[in-house]
């Protein structure tokens, strides 16, 4: 015949069940050559990976003022933080496969920066400003770190499904 073929998928969806974490009505499906899919993902990616540069500059630059101005301790808070969204953003795109098929690590490592960022911020922004640390302060920085060992120390990415909600708190 023609060369053409003609593919029919039915996908049923349970709004109920819905854990936005991918199969065919995660996102839009794009079928064609593995080429010009896989030439589109990267170029789908390339602002997260310009973003994650740009973070990762910030980053690097802050850690460096920290080092020649070690009493201005926000530097180094405000360089980790860069860093920790560096990663993150890097760990969203497909160009962190360039480094292998690692799928489960580069998952943790992701949800492991964002459990590690809000502790990091908010320990800038004490800094930069000037605000006390009363012990509710330091209870909430420690509930985000036992949410990273909690996550990390599971097997698996189940744990870390459950744990995000409650790190959207």
């Given at each position: 015949?023609?060369?053409?073929?003609?593919?029919?998928?039915?996908?049923?969806?349970?709004?109920?069940?819905?854990?936005n974490e991918?199969?065919?009505?995660?996102?839009?499906?794009?079928l064609?050559?593995?080429?010009?899919?896989?030439?589109?993902?990267?170029?789908?990616?390339?602002?997260?990976?310009?973003?994650?540069?740009?973070?990762?500059?910030?980053?690097?630059?802050?850690?460096?003022?920290?080092?020649?101005?070690?009493g201005?301790?926000?530097?180094?808070?405000?360089?980790?933080?860069?860093?920790?969204?560096?990663?993150?953003?890097?760990?969203?795109?497909?160009?962190?496969?360039?480094?292998?098929?690692?799928?489960?690590?580069?998952?943790?490592?992701?949800?492991?920066?964002?459990?590690?960022?809000?502790?990091v911020?908010?320990?800038?922004?004490?800094?930069?400003?000037?605000?006390?640390?009363?012990?509710?302060?330091?209870?909430?920085?420690?509930?985000?770190?036992?949410?990273?060992?909690?996550?990390?120390?599971?097997?698996?990415?189940?744990?870390?499904?459950?744990?995000?909600?409650?790190?959207?708190?």
């Amino acid at each position: 015949s023609d060369g053409t073929m003609t593919l029919s998928i039915r996908v049923a969806r349970d709004l109920d069940a819905l854990d936005n974490e991918g199969g065919l009505t995660a996102e839009p499906l794009e079928l064609g050559l593995m080429t010009d899919l896989a030439a589109r993902g990267v170029t789908g990616d390339l602002p997260r990976l310009l973003l994650s540069v740009l973070f990762l500059y910030a980053g690097v630059a802050h850690l460096l003022l920290y080092r020649t101005r070690r009493g201005a301790i926000e530097y180094l808070w405000f360089g980790m933080a860069a860093l920790l969204m560096a990663g993150h953003t890097f760990l969203r795109t497909q160009f962190r496969f360039v480094f292998g098929e690692h799928f489960l690590l580069y998952k943790e490592l992701e949800y492991a920066c964002v459990y590690v960022l809000t502790p990091v911020l908010l320990e800038f922004f004490a800094t930069f400003l000037a605000l006390p640390r009363p012990w509710w302060f330091r209870a909430y920085q420690g509930s985000h770190l036992l949410l990273l060992l909690i996550g990390v120390l599971t097997p698996g990415l189940a744990m870390n499904w459950i744990l995000l909600p409650v790190w959207n708190v």
